[in-house]
């Protein structure tokens, strides 16, 4: 069974802020091979029910959820989870997976460093 992707950002009342998401959900899509939705909690559309209500609508059994978050705050332990509990109660018989958030990862970090090392000139 296909999986459907949505990578879901914060959102941000500058719309040029927003753009951001698109363009890492065009970057994940590339890499994975397939189309990934993007998402916001808040500030733009679509928001997470939406997005996960339009694929269920296209046919969707199985949706990934990947929150586009850094670390473990209130949306990533519990308001994207109660969103998600409504919509698993609604749709049964779709499997909604819901992965970590970026975390503590070593790509973070080298990223960081990265842009640090940019900043001095290195």
Known sequence: ?????????HGSRRAEAN??????????SRLMGQPVTP???AH???SLPEAVEAKIQSGA??????????FRGIHVTVDIHEELHEIREQ????????TKEL????G???????RIKEALGE
């Open 108 to 114: 973070i970090a080298s990223l960081a460093s990265l």
């Open 103 to 106: 975390g503590a990862d070593d």
């Open 61 to 70: 059994l199985r949706i990934v959820v990947m929150p586009l978050f850094l």
């Open 91 to 98: 749709h049964p018989n779709v499997e909604i997976i819901f």
């Open 1 to 9: 069974m296909k999986s459907e992707i949505i990578l879901l950002g």
């Open 39 to 41: 998402a916001y909690m």
């Open 19 to 28: 753009q951001g998401l698109l363009v890492v959900a065009e970057k994940v």
């Open 44 to 46: 733009d559309h679509p």
